[in-house]
């Protein structure tokens, strides 16, 4: 069928034109947008000549540079993809959050996280209590493992906190379209640094513990106590200093971006003020060397812990039984093993327990290539909300197994039981 041309359009895209983000590899592109009215119902036909890679999207009403997803109904080519590694929050929930919508209105994926999010938050708050009423016994800090699961137990209560925090903004931000730019600049540069750190930091802590675990085990009673504790002393002191300074270059290079949408000049019947709409997000903008940077860091912050909980768990078990069979020969070395899993089963449980629960955002941060959250939105949450259940689980996982921190959880807390008014 010949085709009637009926217009032919000329334009140049330059570095002052703006961007919008397309892909994870090609972070950003430039872009423009054209306002089609359609007065009469028909078959029409576009396309483009460019000597650049050039893309097209229909979109019906806005185009969101933010969410190019969004208001989509016809497109040229595979879009809109984010890195798998060091998804945020924000990364998982922006497309699924509705502006201008009560949080009833909002869909079931919403509402479950934010129920999840606020049981985490009492979990977390019930479990840091009980460990630190455990750990601020004396008789818990005879070794270094007492102060760094005590120094746990109030970062975890901090992360789960943040935790919380980082949700509400999230959500409370996108629903209300008008919070004040200042708050939103804030918020952006400083919550997820900061539950980053906590997080981090408590994935540290829970390495160490493993790590003098697996030193008490090959020093037998040749384990100097005293110098445990100057070392834990000195760790937990330095520690901090050494995770933020992973963590300063998102301070940097955390932005907002900002987006205003032209009037309608079309639609006679509204105002210019009723058709334009403010975008606004946090986003981060590394160069590509900077980008290999945060990917090495977040790999070190995740892996890191994983492997120290597993080689401690590896060698507690086996090191142990092959230091036993040496000294004892009438057994066999799977009897050395069984009986090692008897013995230091409260030692073992806690980096096991650890390294299955960091298995799953491990294997999603090791997918290759891009991931579209919308399409594997349960499978990501998922993951995310998993990555902060060591924090919430330090009495179960620590002080539970143990008779030691057990007996001495019951004194600390029948001690405070007697202080409390009748």
């Given at each position: 069928t010949?085709v009637?041309?009926?217009?032919?359009?000329s334009?140049?895209?330059?570095?002052?034109?703006?961007?919008y983000?397309?892909?994870?590899?090609?972070?950003?592109?430039?872009y423009?947008?054209l306002?089609?009215?359609?007065?009469?119902?028909?078959?029409?036909?576009?396309?483009?000549?460019?000597?650049?890679?050039?893309?097209?999207?229909?979109y019906?009403?806005d185009?969101?540079?933010?969410?190019?997803s969004?208001n989509?109904?016809?497109?040229h080519?595979?879009?809109f993809?984010?890195?798998?590694?060091?998804?945020?929050?924000?990364?998982?929930?922006?497309?699924?959050l509705?502006?201008?919508?009560v949080l009833?209105n909002q869909s079931?994926?919403?509402?479950?996280?934010?129920?999840?999010?606020?049981?985490?938050?009492?979990?977390?708050?019930?479990?840091?209590v009980?460990?630190f009423?455990?750990f601020?016994?004396?008789?818990?800090?005879?070794?270094g493992?007492g102060?760094?699961?005590?120094?746990?137990?109030?970062?975890?209560?901090?992360?789960t906190?943040?935790?919380?925090?980082k949700?509400?903004?999230?959500?409370?931000?996108?629903?209300?379209v008008s919070?004040?730019?200042?708050?939103?600049?804030?918020?952006?540069?400083?919550?997820?640094?900061?539950?980053?750190?906590?997080?981090?930091?408590?994935?540290?802590?829970?390495?160490?513990?493993?790590?003098?675990?697996?030193?008490?085990?090959?020093?037998?009673?040749?384990f100097?106590?005293?110098?445990?504790?100057?070392?834990?002393?000195?760790?937990?002191?330095?520690?901090?200093?050494?995770?933020?300074?992973?963590?300063?270059?998102?301070?940097?290079?955390?932005?907002?971006f900002?987006?205003?949408t032209?009037p309608?000049?079309?639609?006679?019947?509204?105002?210019?003020?009723d058709?334009?709409?403010?975008?606004?997000?946090?986003?981060?903008?590394?160069?590509?060397?900077?980008?290999?940077?945060?990917?090495?860091?977040l790999?070190?912050?995740?892996v890191g812990?994983?492997?120290?909980?597993?080689?401690?768990?590896?060698?507690i078990?086996?090191?142990?039984?092959?230091?036993?069979s040496?000294?004892?020969?009438?057994?066999?070395?799977?009897?050395h093993?069984q009986e090692?899993?008897r013995?230091?089963?409260?030692?073992?449980?806690?980096?096991?327990?650890?390294?299955i629960?960091?298995i799953?955002?491990?294997?999603?941060s090791?997918l290759?290539?891009c991931?579209?959250?919308?399409?594997?939105?349960?499978?990501y949450?998922?993951?995310?909300?998993?990555?902060?259940?060591?924090s919430?689980?330090?009495?179960l996982?620590?002080?539970?197994?143990?008779?030691?921190?057990?007996?001495?959880?019951?004194?600390?807390?029948?001690?405070?039981?007697?202080?409390a008014?009748?």
């Open positions: 010949p009637n041309i009926q217009l032919i359009y334009s140049k895209l330059t570095d002052d034109s703006p961007t983000y397309r892909d994870c590899q090609v972070a950003e592109c430039h423009e947008t306002q089609i009215h359609v007065n009469t119902m028909g078959l029409y036909v576009l396309w483009s000549e460019s000597n650049i890679n050039a893309y097209g999207y229909i019906k009403n185009f969101n540079p933010l969410k190019p969004e989509l109904l016809l497109s080519g595979e879009i993809y984010t890195k798998g590694i060091g998804l945020t929050l924000d990364d998982i929930l922006r497309n699924e509705q502006p201008n919508t009833n079931f994926s919403i509402k479950f996280s934010a129920g999840l999010t606020i049981i985490m938050f009492v979990a977390g708050l019930i479990n840091s009980l460990s009423i455990t601020q016994n004396k008789d818990s800090q005879q070794v493992c102060m760094y699961l005590l120094t746990s137990s109030i970062i975890s209560l901090l992360a906190t943040m935790l919380i925090i949700f509400w903004f999230v959500v409370l931000t996108h629903i209300n919070t004040n730019l200042s708050v939103l600049r804030g918020g952006c540069i400083s919550i997820e640094p900061i539950l980053k750190l906590f997080l981090y930091l408590d994935g540290w802590l829970n390495a160490c513990v493993a790590i003098e675990r697996a030193v008490l085990i090959f020093r037998g009673v040749n100097d106590k005293k110098k445990s504790k100057s070392i834990a002393r000195r760790t937990i002191l330095i520690l901090p200093f050494c995770v933020f300074g992973t963590l300063i270059h998102e301070l940097v290079f955390r932005r907002l900002e987006y205003e032209a309608d000049t079309i639609d006679m019947s509204t105002t210019n003020e058709t334009i709409k403010r975008y606004v997000s946090c986003i981060t903008q590394y160069s590509p060397s900077v980008q290999d940077y945060n990917t090495a860091i790999f070190f912050h995740l812990p994983f492997i120290v909980n597993l080689f401690s768990a590896l060698f078990i086996f090191g142990g039984a092959h230091q036993r040496v000294a004892r020969t009438n057994q066999s070395f799977k009897e093993v090692q899993l013995e230091h089963k409260q030692l073992i449980i806690s980096p096991i327990v650890l390294l629960l960091s799953p955002r491990l294997i999603i090791l290759p290539g991931a579209k959250t919308s399409e594997n939105l349960w499978l949450l998922g993951a995310y909300f998993i990555s902060f259940t060591p919430m689980l330090i009495f996982i620590f002080v539970f197994p143990s008779e030691m921190y057990m007996k001495a959880f019951k004194q600390s807390f029948n001690r405070i039981r007697r202080r008014p009748p």
